[in-house]
């Protein structure tokens, strides 16, 4: 293969997990276990014809659930991916579908900083903070934006990941310095990422787009590490970069949407590069996974269906496609967290096809360096 096309749709889970009890997922509250294909599914805005082609179905009924009988594409291959790494977290994931499985979970903060890491990042970044607590994005905008405006002190919170995320107006703290500001706290916290998420406008405030992730270094080797060493591009598209610290990957861009995302696939796919692209699409998983927005994640996948159907269409007789998620985050759940959750694995001129059973997250980094001979 010259090109493969390595498509995450994040958090589009399939189905609870075998150990989906140990992080909460497998039912509560008289709520069945997560499975964010089955919420989505329910909507009536779902339409995935196209990633039924490619097996979305087949592998989804091996949860026990419903769904209509699809022709599959020819050459089209499905397997049920699951996770090894003690964690449900973005980075753990795209780490583990690289190659690198995490034993350890990353860690997280359930009840909010101590007073002593507080006084730790605040040293850090130069300035007072607020909040120190778990909390949603938008939320901690609206409650603790008027006070940051007023005073210059940062907001920095965490959520059920292992995050630090530190929110700032960017009239009161331009974007640049946010960012070394992320950077200078990178340096005193083991937290999975660091994330700045400026903000702007009146209260209750708009974040934008110019978010960015400064995560920890994969621990060994990635799949991105071996292609780039053997000479491949790696392009990466969205926040690949900032979830693999930059590393291994040769050129890249970010995104401010799923339709951005693919519109700068489209712009990869028309260059004549020899490689990976390598792809996260984040709006499943930000705007309506942890938003339980059933409706609005089945759009998405609609919207991305309708793209992929195009795509296909584009591909060379040298490219292969590889869609498949990190974890969970059911909009159906009651909870607002990422599910512990199988996640399909959608493939197409990979040389193989039909059911390839069920397999570890590392099957994707081994499929996509075989195609390129590529040793492990």
């Given at each position: 293969?010259?090109?493969?096309?390595?498509?995450?749709?994040?958090?589009?889970?399939?189905?609870?997990?075998?150990?989906?009890?140990?992080?909460?997922?497998?039912g509560i509250d008289g709520c069945a276990?997560?499975?964010?294909?089955?919420?989505?599914?329910?909507?009536?805005?779902?339409?995935?014809?196209?990633?039924?082609?490619?097996?979305l179905f087949e592998v989804g009924r091996?949860?026990?659930?419903?769904?209509?009988?699809?022709?599959?594409?020819?050459?089209?291959?499905?397997a049920r991916l699951r996770e090894r790494?003690?964690?449900?977290?973005?980075?753990?994931?795209?780490?583990?579908?690289?190659?690198?499985?995490?034993?350890?979970?990353?860690?997280?903060?359930?009840?909010?900083?101590?007073?002593?890491?507080?006084?730790?990042?605040?040293?850090?970044?130069?300035?007072?903070?607020?909040?120190?607590?778990?909390?949603?994005?938008?939320?901690?905008?609206?409650?603790?934006?008027?006070?940051?405006?007023?005073?210059?002190?940062?907001?920095?919170?965490?959520?059920?990941?292992?995050?630090?995320?530190?929110?700032?107006?960017?009239?009161?703290?331009?974007?640049?310095?946010?960012?070394?500001?992320?950077?200078?706290?990178?340096?005193?916290?083991?937290?999975?990422?660091?994330?700045?998420?400026?903000?702007?406008?009146?209260?209750?405030?708009?974040?934008?787009?110019?978010?960015?992730?400064?995560?920890?270094?994969?621990?060994?080797?990635?799949?991105?590490?071996?292609?780039?060493?053997?000479?491949?591009?790696?392009?990466?598209?969205?926040?690949?970069?900032?979830?693999?610290?930059?590393?291994?990957?040769?050129?890249?861009?970010?995104?401010?949407?799923?339709?951005?995302?693919?519109?700068?696939?489209?712009?990869?796919?028309?260059?004549?590069?020899?490689?990976?692209?390598?792809?996260?699409?984040?709006?499943?998983?930000?705007?309506?996974?942890?938003?339980?927005?059933?409706?609005?994640?089945?759009?998405?996948?609609?919207?991305?269906?309708?793209?992929?159907?195009?795509?296909?269409?584009?591909?060379?007789?040298?490219?292969?496609?590889?869609?498949?998620?990190?974890?969970?985050?059911?909009?159906?759940?009651?909870?607002?967290?990422?599910?512990?959750?199988?996640?399909?694995?959608?493939?197409?001129?990979?040389?193989?096809?039909?059911?390839?059973?069920?397999?570890?997250?590392?099957?994707?980094?081994?499929?996509?360096?075989?195609?390129?001979?590529?040793?492990?």
């Amino acid at each position: 293969m010259k090109r493969v096309f390595f498509i995450v749709a994040d958090s589009f889970g399939c189905g609870a997990a075998p150990d989906a009890a140990d992080f909460g997922d497998a039912g509560i509250d008289g709520c069945a276990a997560a499975d964010t294909l089955a919420s989505v599914a329910s909507s009536p805005r779902f339409d995935a014809r196209t990633l039924a082609a490619l097996g979305l179905f087949e592998v989804g009924r091996l949860s026990g659930k419903k769904y209509p009988v699809m022709k599959l594409r020819p050459g089209a291959a499905y397997a049920r991916l699951r996770e090894r790494s003690a964690g449900k977290d973005t980075v753990i994931g795209h780490w583990e579908l690289c190659g690198v499985v995490s034993p350890k979970p990353m860690r997280t903060w359930e009840n909010g900083f101590s007073a002593e890491e507080m006084e730790t990042f605040s040293k850090a970044a130069g300035r007072p903070l607020l909040c120190g607590k778990p909390y949603s994005g938008t939320e901690v905008i609206r409650d603790y934006g008027r006070e940051h405006v007023e005073t210059g002190a940062l907001i920095i919170y965490t959520s059920a990941d292992s995050v630090v995320q530190i929110a700032a107006h960017e009239s009161v703290v331009p974007v640049e310095e946010l960012y070394r500001i992320c950077e200078a706290v990178r340096a005193v916290t083991d937290a999975g990422r660091v994330i700045a998420r400026p903000f702007e406008g009146e209260w209750p405030y708009t974040r934008t787009a110019r978010r960015h992730d400064f995560a920890l270094p994969p621990p060994a080797p990635t799949l991105l590490d071996k292609l780039s060493d053997a000479g491949r591009d790696v392009i990466a598209i969205g926040k690949i970069r900032d979830i693999f610290a930059g590393r291994g990957i040769t050129s890249s861009v970010s995104t401010v949407s799923n339709d951005d995302g693919m519109r700068r696939i489209d712009e990869a796919a028309a260059s004549d590069f020899d490689g990976l692209c390598f792809a996260n699409l984040v709006d499943f998983d930000m705007l309506y996974g942890h938003r339980n927005d059933i409706d609005g994640y089945a759009r998405a996948i609609s919207e991305f269906d309708r793209w992929l159907c195009g795509f296909i269409g584009r591909m060379r007789p040298t490219d292969a496609l590889v869609v498949t998620a990190d974890h969970g985050c059911d909009p159906g759940y009651p909870t607002t967290d990422h599910t512990r959750e199988y996640v399909p694995y959608l493939a197409l001129g990979t040389g193989v096809s039909g059911d390839l059973g069920g397999k570890d997250f590392g099957f994707v980094a081994e499929t996509i360096l075989r195609l390129f001979n590529t040793e492990g």
